[in-house]
């Protein structure tokens, strides 16, 4: 079976002939062109599809744009401006005015904020604003474009940005402020979810007859930090977003890329047919042998190699043992996606990623 069936056989609750095994290169490869020394073949659509073939990883993530914005907010500007290592962001609206920083780290080749831009309750009523704007259509040509590059070699979901509390912890407050408005304007913070959450719901309106058989909500989930919010916030609403793409045909995912304990359970309950980007130990809260319990029967497990794993203090002994255990306890069972959870670090060892799908099929 090719890369592409074996994970359409999970999906359809069939048994493959090796465990799948998918890796996220877009990490690593953004961070080595930006460094400028990323091997010129990747550097292209084309080439990133034989980056995947040659480090022998399913590819699922690279080309997932079903859709398009077209149209926001009147009169909003933006304005972003850098000094050295600080990049300042300024947002002019008509209801109000606000500003972030962050800071470039270049050793990982990422960024940092160090003042998110929301602190305060007329804050959340410009990102209200700017919410209520965005109109969406169909892009279905630029997803079509990826799978027929992609080929066997994988099969790309098609996605759906960070939505509602997720988007507010990772983009605008953080976790510190997020706490501070719900204890002093609980109202307003509802009212901020509820807007974006519409926005969110207006993109599954252009995937529902969308082409990709897969749909993933990309909200970076946790246990630690979003449990509570989650079941207060987004749980009715996965559940009815699911409804709907299951009556059109699709398979659901979400991005859990953060401790495990809490959130999973819920993640389950909603519908959902599989947590992606599940991180068990070393790097998580979870062992191995404890995931199909914590899950419960039906979820599909998509993770279990720990994105650190394939960098430094690791080697190829500690991807050999982690892929053993991952076999030993869940390949009997089904139900399982090995991949990456979460990205391939620039500073990886792709010789790892490809020993991974190596042992997939020795050892399966």
Excluded at 133 to 160: C, K, S
Excluded at 165 to 186: F, H, K, P, Q
Excluded at 188 to 210: F, H, K
Excluded at 336 to 349: E, H, N, R, T, Y
Aim: charged share 25%; hydrophobic share 40%.
């Amino acid at each position: 079976m090719t890369f592409r069936e074996r994970l359409l056989a999970v999906f359809a609750g069939e048994r493959p002939d090796h465990l799948p095994w998918f890796a996220d290169l877009l990490y690593y490869r953004g961070a080595h062109m930006a460094m400028g020394d990323l091997p010129e073949q990747y550097c292209t659509d084309e080439g990133f599809v034989q980056m995947h073939r040659d480090y022998h990883a399913g590819f699922y993530l690279g080309f997932n744009g079903a859709v398009k914005q077209v149209a926001s907010a009147e009169n909003v500007k933006v304005t972003t401006e850098r000094e050295g290592d600080v990049i300042t962001t300024h947002w002019e609206t008509p209801v109000g005015e606000m500003w972030g920083e962050h800071v470039h780290l270049p050793h990982a080749e990422t960024t940092a904020w160090t003042r998110y831009p929301v602190s305060t309750p007329d804050e959340l009523r410009i990102v209200r604003y700017i919410y209520e704007g965005h109109q969406f259509a169909p892009n279905y040509e630029a997803w079509e474009r990826g799978d027929e590059l992609t080929g066997d070699q994988g099969l790309h979901v098609m996605a759906i940005g960070r939505g509602g509390i997720s988007s507010l912890l990772a983009e605008w407050c953080g976790v510190v402020n997020v706490c501070y408005l719900m204890a002093d304007a609980r109202a307003e913070v509802d009212q901020t979810v509820e807007v974006m959450l519409a926005s969110n719901a207006r993109v599954i309106d252009c995937l529902l007859d969308g082409p990709g058989p897969l749909v993933e909500f990309c909200d970076n989930l946790t246990g630690e930090v979003v449990t509570h919010l989650f079941k207060r916030y987004q749980f009715d609403f996965y559940q009815e977003q699911i409804r709907r793409l299951h009556e059109h045909g699709k398979k659901t995912l979400s991005h859990v890329d953060g401790t495990l304990k809490g959130i999973v359970p819920l993640m389950a309950a909603t519908g959902l047919d599989a947590a992606e980007s599940v991180t068990p130990m070393p790097c998580g809260d979870v062992a191995v042998e404890n995931l199909r319990e914590l899950a419960g029967p039906d979820l599909i497990l998509f993770g279990g190699m720990p994105g650190a794993i394939f960098a430094p203090p690791f080697k190829a002994d500690d991807v050999r043992r982690q892929v053993e255990e991952i076999v030993e306890h869940h390949w009997e069972y089904g139900k399982f996606v090995l991949g990456a959870a979460d990205q391939i670090s620039p500073d990886s060892d792709l010789d790892l990623v490809r020993l991974t799908g190596e042992l997939c099929e020795e050892l399966t």
